[in-house]
């Protein structure tokens, strides 16, 4: 179990920051309204999540440069420019719908003011990102990876009518209006999302750094097989677990909100409050117990990308094994993103219906960023004798025009 362990690393905490609030909300929306009928997207979306997020690994391990340095060592400025300051402000309002749902979620269960409880959850992100070093720091978000089993415990807390559950993921019965087709690109943004792209890349590059025996395969290519092998665990493991738990997430909803007419959910504290009359106290303390854990992983995987794609872009010295005077413009941006989001909970902007709204921006964002990462991914230049196989190539495409198509049907019954 040790041994598998410690295969285990940026694409399990990768993966798990997925089913972040924001997550949560889409998914929840997505059982309240349709019932079961949308459990193939998070079926569909698994092997699509792992040959992306293997992509944007591998390059990662290959290079030993972020996705966002490789972007500027090969596309013209624009193009870096225009991808990193999407991702920023995307990452910025998830942040702050993050943080105001974890706020909520603990109002709900020991009371108290929500703004208080989002400032407190933001300055103790920050400071554990800033001065905890990077293998502790990783450690912990590991261990903070279990929370998703909350929502595991709350689909065996509740009777569930599994025959229906089987007939929805594999015969759904939609009618594809503007709606239906929004809810379906919001879990498509939310499961395969840009920032997830950087951040494995960059925790790669994190893995090389902090071991002074590790080199680039690009420099050390004696080790690929190793290191390649280890990524192709790390990465079908973390994208399981975390696709595992959307659909429990939909489940769950589907089987006690939608069955009862709840259809209105906006907020993944409001899916928690929702549940305690129908299906008890035990499960409305899980549910909100997992936004709470899930947040304090998503957060700092939310600011830390951003950080690493702006530093990239400027050439400024990143990474979380740095000191905060080594690395100062990398924890600035960190800082900015985290009190960003936080300060966003006090504006008119009302951060509780930008967690839904932000998963549709990242479906939106994530077709260009893929695109790019693509066409990195088989370029000699950029990969050397590591290129992506022709496997993965197609994996990484199909996962490419299948997000496309959804931005475009959308848009198209908008």
Known sequence: ??????????????????????????????????????????????????????????????????LASNIRRHFPRPVLYAIVAMLVVANTINVAADIAAMGEALQ????????????????????????????????YLKWLTLSLLAYVAVVFAIAIPWREVLVGLVWPRLALTA????????????????????WQAAQEVEEINADPRA?????????????????????????????????FIIISTAATLHAAGITDIETSAQAAEALRPLAGDSAFLLFSL?????????????AGSAAYAVAETFEWK????????????????????????????????????????????????????????MLLADDPKVMGAFTVTRRLKALG??????????????LATA
């Not at 680039?216 to 399981?240: F, S, W």
């Not at 005077?325 to 985290?338: K, N, S, V």
């Open 1 to 66: 179990m040790r041994h598998w362990y410690r295969k285990l690393g940026p694409g399990l905490i990768t993966g798990a920051a997925d089913d972040d609030p924001s997550g949560i909300a889409t998914y929840s929306q997505a059982g309240a309204q349709f019932g079961y009928q949308l459990g193939w997207t998070v079926v569909l979306t698994y092997p699509l999540m792992v040959g992306i997020q293997m992509v944007s690994a591998r390059m990662g391990r290959v290079t030993g440069h972020g």
């Open 397 to 410: 495409w199909l996962a490419t025009w299948t997000m496309a198509a959804a931005v475009v049907a959308m």
């Open 290 to 302: 997992g936004i709470i854990g899930t947040g304090m992983l998503a957060v700092p995987v939310l």
């Open 318 to 373: 990143s990474g979380l094994d740095l000191k905060l005077l080594e690395a100062r413009e990398f924890y600035a941006i960190i800082a900015l993103a985290t009190l960003g989001g936080v300060a966003l909970d006090f504006t008119p902007i009302d951060p509780i219906k930008a967690l839904f709204w932000s998963a549709v921006i990242n479906g939106v964002i994530a077709v260009p960023i893929m695109v790019v990462m």
């Open 215 to 247: 080199f680039a395969l690009a420099h050390m290519p004696e080790n690929a097989r190793e290191h390649l092998h280890r990524i192709k665990i790390d990465t079908y493991v973390g994208m399981g677990f975390s696709n595992l738990i959307a659909l």
């Open 108 to 139: 709900l269960v020991v009371g108290g003011g929500e703004h208080g409880h989002a400032i407190v959850f933001g300055i103790v992100s920050l400071l554990l990102q800033v001065f905890l070093p990077y293998q502790r720091y990783v450690g």
């Open 179 to 198: 709606q239906t087709l929004t809810v379906i690109v919001a879990v498509f943004g939310t499961t395969i999302s840009p920032y997830l792209f950087f």
